[in-house]
């Protein structure tokens, strides 16, 4: 019997298998590679990148994983409030000031102005929520972050605007991969701050691309892996759980002591059959919503206008941002040297509309809308790759703040760990991933101590006769 089935081999995981590595542990993950939706791949001083990019700093479970496994990290250089609409793009200057830069009607940019009015004013709200208090624990402060504005959507928030001051807040709002109607207000005004406030939060970029860090921890467990190992149930018992799945065409079950699920909430609902019933259905509560990201690889020689940008939105484009994967390396180098790597992100309805086309398809879409955003792109690549995540990233929606108190309540012997536990994406999977391997150890710890004092208890103590001593002596000779 194993110590600890954990069932996902993305980043959540993994980050649970690193802390629990001296147990005798498993990992069963369904797809044929292991990182979920972490996923870069390296091109010689750049890599392309489809997944979580940028990673929390110091004081946070992110920077204690990346010190622990040895993995470098940067603080991702330039700007993350670039903006390209109506053919004027803004890399500089208070991002208050766009609307007063941007191509429009003047009653459009009236709109603007008041509605940008009111998230600025909000975000120092969400900033007071969100900071740390003395002696509070993270479950609380997270519950504090899901509370805010939790009743209507961001789209309700905003109130009626026009088309055109709507499009410039939708890339900012939706990278949640919800749309503005779909997500709560605290969470559209939460990214507002995120992307307004570079050093606050997510502002780290890992050396060699977020890959680095799971193919990492994936190599000092790799005898432990099992890849293509597709989860149908789990199941628990009095002192151990079942987990059966199929692999390779075959039925096969693992008993552990304890299992980490490290799966998105829609599977774990599915799997964990007779998980509490008020931890499953808060786990079928759950909200996800689809992107596809596109990595290119370019190949240009010279300095480009974006080189000092690592996030440009794009509203009425094909994808709501463009991610300079690049500018890690402008931001370390002495000159500019050859080349560079794009990332494109289209979540929500954006995802919708192109998840049915072909790579080719997809592609075309997004070349002919880079070289609006970023003009000559098209002539520049030297290689293009397309990622669907049809269950891509949880959203707040209105009223998940319900749901938080039960999904952090633990099973005896099941443990969750995700991203959907938290509204930090990385950072949540990585803490909560952390807190599941911290409860196991915990577990299997207290019962291991607690077999060995019934062993010592009832072990018999065979004590001779004096004066059977030197016959058992003599026969111990013989």
Same mark, same amino acid.
């Given at each position: 019997?194993?110590?600890?089935v954990?069932?996902g081999?993305?980043?959540a995981?993994?980050s649970?298998?690193?802390?629990l590595?001296?147990?005798?542990?498993?990992?069963l993950?369904?797809?044929d590679r292991?990182?979920?939706?972490?996923?870069? *791949?390296k091109?010689?001083k750049?890599f392309?990148?489809?997944?979580?990019h940028?990673?929390g700093?110091?004081?946070t479970s992110?920077?204690?994983?990346?010190?622990?496994?040895?993995?470098?990290a940067?603080?991702?250089?330039g700007?993350l409030?670039?903006?390209? !609409?109506?053919?004027?793009?803004? #890399?500089k200057?208070p991002v208050?000031?766009?609307?007063?830069?941007?191509?429009m009607?003047?009653?459009?940019?009236?709109?603007?102005?008041?509605a940008?009015?009111k998230v600025?004013?909000d975000v120092?709200?969400y900033a007071?929520v969100?900071?740390r $208090?003395?002696?509070?624990?993270g479950?609380?402060?997270?519950?504090?972050?899901?509370?805010?504005e939790?009743d209507?959507?961001?789209?309700d928030?905003?109130?009626?605007?026009?088309?055109?001051? *709507?499009? #410039?807040? &939708?890339?900012?709002v939706? $990278?949640?991969?919800?749309?503005p109607?779909?997500?709560?207000a605290?969470?559209?005004i939460g990214?507002?701050?995120?992307?307004w406030?570079?050093g606050q939060?997510?502002?780290?970029?890992?050396?060699g691309?977020?890959s680095?860090l799971?193919?990492?921890i994936?190599?000092?467990?790799?005898? $432990?892996?099992e890849?293509?190992?597709?989860?149908?149930?789990?199941?628990q018992?009095?002192?151990h759980v079942?987990v059966?799945?199929?692999?390779?065409?075959?039925?096969?079950?693992?008993k552990?002591r304890?299992a980490?699920?490290?799966?998105?909430a829609?599977?774990?609902?599915k799997i964990?059959?007779?998980? $509490?019933?008020?931890?499953?259905?808060a786990?079928?509560?759950?909200?996800?919503?689809?992107?596809?990201?596109?990595?290119?690889?370019?190949?240009?020689?010279?300095?480009?206008?974006?080189?000092?940008?690592y996030?440009i939105?794009t =509203?009425k484009r094909?994808?709501?941002?463009?991610?300079n !994967?690049?500018?890690?390396? &402008?931001?370390?180098?002495?000159?500019?040297?050859p080349?560079g790597?794009i990332m %494109?992100?289209? =979540?929500?309805?954006l995802?919708?509309? #192109?998840l049915?086309?072909?790579?080719r398809?997809?592609?075309?879409?997004?070349?002919?809308?880079?070289?609006?955003?970023?003009?000559?792109f098209?002539?520049m690549?030297?290689e293009?790759?397309?990622?669907?995540?049809e269950?891509g990233?949880?959203?707040?929606?209105?009223? &998940?703040?319900k749901?938080? *108190?039960? #999904?952090?309540?633990? *099973?005896?012997?099941?443990?969750l760990?995700g991203?959907?536990l938290?509204s930090?994406?990385?950072e949540?999977?990585?803490?909560?991933?952390? %807190?599941a391997?911290?409860?196991?150890a915990s577990?299997?710890?207290?019962? %291991?101590?607690?077999?060995g004092q019934?062993?010592?208890?009832?072990?018999?103590?065979?004590?001779?006769? =004096?004066?059977?001593?030197?016959?058992?002596?003599?026969?111990?000779?013989?």
């Amino acid at each position: 019997m194993k110590d600890v089935v954990i069932i996902g081999g993305g980043l959540a995981g993994l980050s649970a298998a690193w802390r629990l590595r001296h147990w005798d542990t498993v990992i069963l993950e369904s797809a044929d590679r292991i990182g979920g939706r972490i996923r870069s *791949e390296k091109r010689g001083k750049y890599f392309l990148n489809w997944g979580g990019h940028v990673f929390g700093g110091p004081g946070t479970s992110t920077h204690d994983l990346l010190s622990e496994t040895g993995t470098g990290a940067v603080d991702v250089p330039g700007s993350l409030a670039g903006t390209s !609409m109506n053919g004027k793009l803004l #890399l500089k200057g208070p991002v208050q000031t766009y609307p007063f830069r941007i191509p429009m009607a003047m009653s459009d940019r009236v709109e603007m102005v008041r509605a940008g009015a009111k998230v600025s004013l909000d975000v120092f709200r969400y900033a007071n929520v969100v900071r740390r $208090r003395p002696g509070e624990t993270g479950e609380q402060r997270q519950q504090r972050i899901y509370d805010f504005e939790n009743d209507r959507s961001f789209a309700d928030y905003l109130g009626e605007i026009s088309p055109e001051a *709507e499009a #410039l807040f &939708r890339p900012t709002v939706t $990278r949640s991969a919800g749309d503005p109607e779909e997500i709560s207000a605290g969470a559209g005004i939460g990214y507002f701050s995120l992307v307004w406030n570079i050093g606050q939060g997510l502002s780290r970029s890992i050396a060699g691309g977020p890959s680095t860090l799971t193919e990492s921890i994936a190599a000092s467990q790799r005898d $432990r892996i099992e890849l293509g190992a597709q989860v149908h149930e789990l199941t628990q018992h009095r002192d151990h759980v079942v987990v059966r799945y199929t692999q390779d065409g075959v039925d096969r079950e693992v008993k552990a002591r304890t299992a980490v699920m490290a799966t998105p909430a829609v599977i774990s609902h599915k799997i964990g059959v007779d998980l $509490r019933p008020d931890l499953r259905e808060a786990l079928g509560k759950v909200k996800y919503g689809s992107y596809v990201a596109a990595a290119f690889l370019t190949n240009e020689t010279t300095p480009q206008p974006w080189d000092n940008a690592y996030g440009i939105a794009t =509203p009425k484009r094909s994808f709501n941002v463009v991610l300079n !994967m690049g500018n890690i390396v &402008r931001g370390s180098e002495s000159h500019r040297q050859p080349g560079g790597s794009i990332m %494109t992100f289209s =979540p929500a309805s954006l995802a919708e509309k #192109l998840l049915p086309l072909s790579d080719r398809e997809i592609t075309d879409i997004y070349l002919k809308d880079l070289d609006q955003v970023l003009p000559g792109f098209s002539g520049m690549i030297e290689e293009s790759h397309v990622q669907r995540w049809e269950i891509g990233a949880p959203y707040c929606f209105p009223g &998940r703040a319900k749901i938080q *108190e039960t #999904l952090m309540t633990p *099973e005896d012997r099941v443990f969750l760990a995700g991203d959907y536990l938290g509204s930090l994406y990385t950072e949540s999977a990585i803490t909560s991933a952390f %807190t599941a391997a911290q409860r196991a150890a915990s577990l299997l710890a207290t019962e %291991t101590q607690q077999r060995g004092q019934r062993s010592r208890i009832t072990r018999p103590t065979v004590v001779p006769y =004096p004066d059977d001593t030197a016959a058992m002596q003599t026969a111990a000779a013989n």
